[in-house]
């Protein structure tokens, strides 16, 4: 009966399996994706909580346009005055590239917030969600 000499060994390597798939329950999560298009929706989805549906003083008086969906290969997210979104942007956020490259650019960039939003842009990129 050659079934019954694998039963015994197949059954030690199913215990083997489950005790080694036990001790790896610990392991770390996964890295992001690093292509523009993922970073870019990672900072929209945090950049809209943390910048504009918070209440954020800076961003108060202007509201996300994001334009993820681009033909450039550039997805970016801008932040527009909220009662003239047609208007030119006064901050743009864009990745380009695998992994991507980020630019951050506008008036926004220039005042004493531009720090605060180089940091936030770059956390966000590499994975973080918090505010």
Not at 100 to 115: C, I, K, S, Y
């Amino acid at each position: 009966m050659p079934f019954s000499i694998r039963l015994p060994a197949l059954f030690s390597l199913v215990l083997a399996g489950m005790a080694l798939s036990a001790c790896q329950s610990g392991r770390e999560a996964a890295a992001p994706n690093r292509a523009a298009l993922p970073t870019m929706e990672r900072v929209a989805l945090a950049a809209n909580t943390c910048w504009f549906k918070s209440g954020d003083a800076t961003f108060k008086p202007y509201r996300l346009a994001p334009e993820l969906n681009s033909f450039s290969g550039r997805p970016r997210i801008l932040a527009v005055p909220r009662n003239s979104p047609e208007s030119r942007p006064v901050l743009v956020v864009q990745a380009e590239g695998s992994p991507a490259r980020l630019d951050v650019f506008g008036p926004l960039m220039t005042g004493a917030e531009g720090e605060r939003i180089k940091r936030d842009v770059l956390r966000w990129a590499n994975g973080a969600n918090g505010c």
